[in-house]
């Protein structure tokens, strides 16, 4: 079965310090993968997208970065954080789109809680 | 306009009452629907896909209208534990866009 796993689950950074957040995918290959941010008490906003290595669709102009080393792995990542990145910042996974009504969702790991002092 | 649109409530409910919510969607090209839960400070986890002819799973029914671009959630039999915000979700392509979800408080 699929597992996407995510790290750390907590993360208090100074601001003006780097970023670097983690999420692999096991037991599927080709995965779409996603990074999104939750701010407290908002609904999601997509960040990031990727169908591929090194494809990467930008949502939001910000300060993050992604990257997509490897099939499985996905990178967040920031040079230097805002108190405005604070938030719950959720990987998913989906099977790639295979046309109109594919109905592939998406499943997410458990989330990095970030608090930028 | 939002591309996914949601009353984000909170709707109050007593227990074992029916509830529904509804979405819209702003692009027709939308191809995937989908209804996620999410349970305070938790990630998302899906409750169950739309199909175009409507579904249900349990005390959960999901409707689309693909015409009028609106999804619907209703449930029966409100438990306690279906307290929780739910999400309506569209996918187009390989894009998938959250709505800001509707929180729900079931009563005792």
């Known amino acids: 079965s699929q597992t996407i796993h995510q790290w750390p689950a907590t993360l208090v950074q100074p601001v003006g310090s780097p970023l670097s957040l983690e999420c692999t995918v096991e037991g599927t290959s080709n995965p779409n993968l996603y990074w999104y941010r939750q701010a407290a008490g908002r609904g999601l906003q997509l960040l990031f997208y990727?169908?591929?290595?090194?494809?990467i669709s930008s949502e939001v102009p910000q300060n993050l970065s992604a990257s997509r080393p490897q099939d499985r792995q996905f990178i967040l990542s920031s040079k230097k954080l805002l108190l405005s990145d604070s938030g719950f910042y959720l990987c998913?996974?989906?099977?790639?789109?295979?046309?109109?009504?594919?109905?592939?969702?998406?499943?997410f790991g458990d989330g990095t809680r970030l608090s930028i002092l | 306009r939002k591309e996914v649109e949601q009353d984000p409530g909170p709707f109050n409910v007593p227990e074992g009452a029916t509830v529904a919510f509804n979405c819209t969607y702003s692009?027709?090209?939308?191809?995937?629907f989908f209804w996620y839960r999410q349970d305070c400070r938790k990630e998302p986890k899906l409750l169950m896909s739309v199909y175009s002819s409507g579904n249900e799973d349990g005390r959960f029914t999901a409707q689309l209208n693909r015409a009028s671009q609106y999804i619907s959630l209703l449930i029966r039999d409100s438990k306690l534990s279906d307290s929780a915000t739910y999400l309506c979700?569209?996918?187009?392509?390989?894009?998938?866009?959250f709505g800001k979800g509707t929180r729900l408080h079931i009563l005792p």
């Open positions: 979700v569209v996918r187009r392509d390989d894009k998938i866009i």
């Open positions: 990727s169908v591929g290595i090194g494809q």
């Open positions: 998913a996974w989906s099977v790639r789109d295979r046309g109109m009504g594919s109905n592939q969702p998406q499943h």
């Open positions: 692009n027709s090209a939308s191809q995937s």
